[in-house]
């Protein structure tokens, strides 16, 4: 019997764990994609910089110096606004990914933590039915709450996951 608890409950860690390599994998991609974001943007701004620059200094008028300026200002600001929208568009959809990752461990993870408990103690020699309806009683009972506390847990983690909205701070 013991070989059996010791089989679930390896089974359960392997779950686990293949649920934090997940996770771990999924923030490696997604650091990947703003890290090639931010080098690709900086990389664009830098060759502009270098180019404006060269044009400032052939520029004699005063005028055409300040309508240069501004017109890589705007640029400029274009740019980094387009990076920053890139970069939210992936942490939102990162928070989504995330929240379903976390849903689906919560709801089967207690599932399968209930089945292994339910399985050890139907092999434990109980003769007494009143003791095992009331070890049943309690499982249940305790199956509901982990049920009411994943659902509650699930939709806090997808509220926070939300993007805030433009009326919300």
Same mark, same amino acid.
């Given at each position: 019997? %013991?070989? &059996?608890?010791?089989?679930?409950?390896?089974?359960?860690? @392997?779950?686990?764990?293949?649920?934090?390599? *997940?996770? %771990?994998?999924?923030?490696?991609?997604?650091?990947?994609?703003?890290?090639?974001?931010?080098?690709?943007? +900086? &990389?664009?701004? $830098?060759?502009? /910089?270098?180019?404006?620059? @060269? +044009?400032?200094?052939?520029?004699?008028?005063? @005028?055409?110096?300040?309508?240069? *300026?501004?017109?890589?200002?705007?640029?400029? =600001?274009? &740019?980094?606004? %387009?990076? +920053? *929208?890139?970069?939210?568009?992936? =942490?939102?959809?990162?928070?989504?990914?995330? /929240?379903?990752?976390? /849903?689906?461990?919560?709801?089967? /993870?207690?599932?399968?933590?209930?089945?292994?408990?339910?399985?050890?103690?139907?092999?434990?020699?109980?003769?007494?039915?009143?003791?095992?309806?009331?070890?049943? =009683? %309690?499982?249940?009972?305790?199956?509901?709450? $982990?049920?009411?506390?994943?659902?509650?847990?699930?939709?806090?983690?997808?509220?926070?996951?939300?993007?805030?909205? &433009?009326? *919300? @701070?």
């Amino acid at each position: 019997m %013991a070989t &059996k608890q010791q089989d679930q409950y390896n089974e359960l860690q @392997k779950k686990n764990l293949e649920a934090a390599m *997940r996770l %771990a994998q999924l923030s490696i991609e997604n650091s990947q994609r703003v890290m090639e974001i931010q080098v690709a943007t +900086a &990389k664009s701004l $830098f060759e502009e /910089g270098v180019q404006n620059a @060269k +044009a400032l200094a052939a520029i004699k008028d005063p @005028k055409q110096a300040v309508e240069l *300026r501004t017109q890589y200002a705007q640029t400029t =600001t274009e &740019k980094m606004l %387009a990076c +920053a *929208r890139d970069m939210a568009e992936i =942490t939102s959809r990162t928070q989504a990914e995330v /929240g379903k990752l976390v /849903g689906e461990q919560l709801s089967t /993870g207690s599932q399968d933590v209930f089945e292994a408990m339910q399985k050890m103690f139907q092999g434990i020699p109980i003769s007494d039915q009143n003791a095992m309806s009331a070890m049943q =009683t %309690a499982m249940d009972t305790a199956r509901v709450a $982990f049920e009411q506390m994943t659902r509650a847990s699930t939709q806090a983690f997808q509220a926070f996951a939300q993007p805030p909205s &433009k009326g *919300r @701070k």
